[in-house]
């Protein structure tokens, strides 16, 4: 049971992250977009805020816990590059990301936020069952 209370911890800050910006700035979270915003010079003081938290985020992890989250990386860092700068670009063609859609967009019944979501797990069962296939 306890292996379940961190991702279940995460969800509930990701949830209340995304509240807060909503209430407070107006601002749905979904993070291409407040990246967008920051490259772009918009909205500096509060979307450098939310991209700090989500990188410091491991750190209070660390603080809290003693020890580092698990990660591992199983590609070589130039495909997990590539594969990053592919999921920028299809959010930016897609109006949004999962956190924007999934999170919040979901939350606000949005139409356009179940069809996205929808279009993102098809590709993914599509992506996977392919790289199975060919026993990637």
Known sequence: MTAYLPPLLGGVLIGLSAAMLLALNGRTAGISGIVGRLLQGTGV???????????????LYRAL???WPA?????????????GLLVGFGTRMGSGCTSGHGVVGLAHLSPRSFAAVASFLAAGIVAV??????GL
């Open 129 to 134: 069952a392919l790289l199975r296939s060919l």
């Open 45 to 59: 003081a509060v979307n450098a805020a939310f991209v700090a938290g989500l990188l410091l985020g491991p750190v």
């Open 65 to 67: 816990s003693g020890g």
């Open 71 to 83: 990660a591992t990386m199983t590609q070589p860092l130039p495909v997990v590059v590539v594969a």
